[in-house]
């Protein structure tokens, strides 16, 4: 485990430079032949965000101002990082399809491909955090000194939903009906993960079900950079289910990458 573990540090290592160059050509090509090119990359959660304020605070008239932040930055910090990890669920977890051309390059390690992709997402939700704090500074919304662990909380996101490839991927790469079994979690992820209602709303037995659920918890953790005003290594409660997932995930991941990487070549 420890050998897989090496060889897929140093393969990212030594393909460092490449990571960032293939990470800026898939934006690139998300977005090519757009005519509002960059806009898209806030016009979809920008949309939903809306959509879901207007039903949620307009509509079922439920929500108000949390924590004495405005309710629609609070949703904000749930959705937004809700994008990056519902492209990281679908595309991530069958990730070797989509870059099938570069599985069949010899020299061209399949954990990188994790890699870049990931942080191709990273780059876009980055965008959106730096976007949130823009207008929170230009409507007068309060920030405190606990947004200054966003960068630690992205880092985590970014190292746990490659990991998440990386285990998946194979997996997806060797079964169609493995892969589609994984996106159609994205739904039920969606609406059971407090993206959309506190996690403290549940009964205490289902908080404690959801604090192993990843998803919970980066929404949770993004939201106490913004909304909750809290450290997130403050409650162990919360943060210990999730380093438990997080070494759950890591250990499958080199599992799945050692047994079955070099037969994903053969069977796309």
């Excluded at 780059?123 to 929170?136: D, G, S």
């Amino acid at each position: 485990m420890f050998g897989t573990l090496k060889q897929i540090l140093t393969e990212n290592w030594q393909w460092r430079h490449q990571i960032w160059d293939l990470a800026k050509f898939d934006l690139i090509k998300t977005y090519r032949g757009a005519a509002l090119g960059k806009v898209w990359l806030f016009t979809k959660p920008a949309v939903y965000i809306l959509v879901y304020w207007f039903t949620l605070s307009v509509g079922m008239r439920h929500s108000s101002d949390i924590n004495g932040q405005p309710f629609l930055l609070w949703l904000a910090a749930g959705v937004f990082p809700w994008f990056f990890m519902s492209d990281a669920i679908n595309t991530g977890s069958d990730v070797y399809h989509r870059y099938g051309y570069l599985v069949n390059r010899i020299k061209f390690p399949l954990s990188v491909i994790s890699t870049f992709y990931t942080l191709s997402l990273l780059i876009i939700f980055a965008c959106t955090m730096l976007f949130t704090i823009l207008v929170c500074l230009l409507t007068g919304v309060r920030l405190s000194i606990y947004i200054l662990q966003l960068p630690l909380v992205m880092a985590i996101m970014f190292v746990f939903w490659t990991a998440w490839s990386v285990m998946l991927s194979p997996l997806g790469a060797v079964s169609k009906d493995f892969a589609n079994l994984i996106k159609t979690l994205s739904t039920p992820f969606f609406w059971l993960s407090g993206v959309l209602f506190q996690l403290t709303s549940l009964p205490h037995i289902a908080q404690r079900i959801m604090a192993f659920n990843p998803v919970a918890w980066c929404c949770d953790a993004v939201r106490s950079c913004f909304v909750y005003d809290k450290w997130i290594w403050s409650d162990p409660k919360e943060l210990l289910p999730f380093l438990f997932t997080f070494l759950a995930v890591v250990v499958l991941a080199l599992c799945s990458y050692k047994k079955l990487y070099k037969e994903v070549p053969d069977v796309l």
